[in-house]
């Protein structure tokens, strides 16, 4: 399909687990953001790719969070050590070069913790 | 970028308009106003976005007061469909980084 692909669409994990979360961002789509959405709020920044260079990983809430983007296209949102605060719906968005363009959404992945 | 306020819920009938408000009274003169909504279980889409002039494309209209310090979003003819969460972003276009979003307005079509 033409839009952003997010994998798996929903994962439950058990606490302490690690688990690897795939964005397929819009082909030629420069940029590539990772949020966190928990239940009933608005989506939260995570992280910021431009081509494979990860420019802003500011929002990431603790250093068991982890996003990579090694060849410019798939990018990969690993959480190590999960915990029941982790549980939460993660979105991913692409926009093609320059910001003049808007974002893309793909249809995030629920990552359940228990 | 500006924060925005936003009522925390609206009801409207179908078929009747929807107005949704937003506040961003620390706007600056180079920061644009963005729409996205978020249907349950999807991710956000975008709708329209402005800087000064009122905007309309075939999903909504946008209109902006000319201190820019609120803005209204326009469903003409809202359907069930359009029930979702809208949420009013204030940015630097030419700011490459994400958008901040805010807990957004949960609009409810009724019929």
């Known amino acids: 399909g033409a839009g952003v692909s997010q994998s798996p669409r929903y994962k439950v994990a058990k606490r302490g687990q690690d688990v690897a979360l795939r964005c397929d961002p819009i082909s030629g789509h420069v940029s590539l953001f990772w949020y966190q959405q928990a239940l009933g709020q608005g989506p939260e920044f995570l992280t910021y790719?431009?081509?494979?260079?990860?420019?802003?990983k500011s929002g990431l809430p603790s250093d068991r969070f982890f996003a990579e983007r090694p060849e410019g296209s798939v990018s990969t949102l690993k959480i190590q050590r999960t915990q029941q605060e982790d549980s939460a719906v993660y979105l991913c968005a692409s926009r093609p070069q320059g910001s003049m363009a808007e974002a893309f959404f793909g249809q995030g992945t629920r990552l359940t913790v228990v | 970028d500006a924060k925005t306020t936003q009522p925390t819920s609206m009801d409207c009938a179908e078929g009747r308009a929807a107005n949704l408000p937003c506040n961003h009274s620390t706007i600056s003169g180079n920061e644009y106003v963005y729409w996205y909504r978020q249907i349950h279980s999807q991710g956000p889409q975008y709708i329209i976005h402005?800087?000064?002039n009122n905007e309309t494309n075939e999903m909504a209209s946008l209109i902006i007061t000319e201190d820019r310090k609120s803005s209204t979003l326009i469903l003409p003819h809202a359907t069930l469909r359009d029930t979702a969460v809208y949420y009013c972003?204030?940015?630097?276009?030419?700011?490459?980084?994400?958008?901040?979003f805010g807990a957004g307005t949960r609009l409810t079509v009724k019929p």
């Open positions: 402005g800087l000064k």
């Open positions: 972003i204030v940015r630097v276009r030419s700011n490459n980084n994400d958008m901040r």
């Open positions: 790719f431009q081509n494979e260079a990860q420019l802003d």
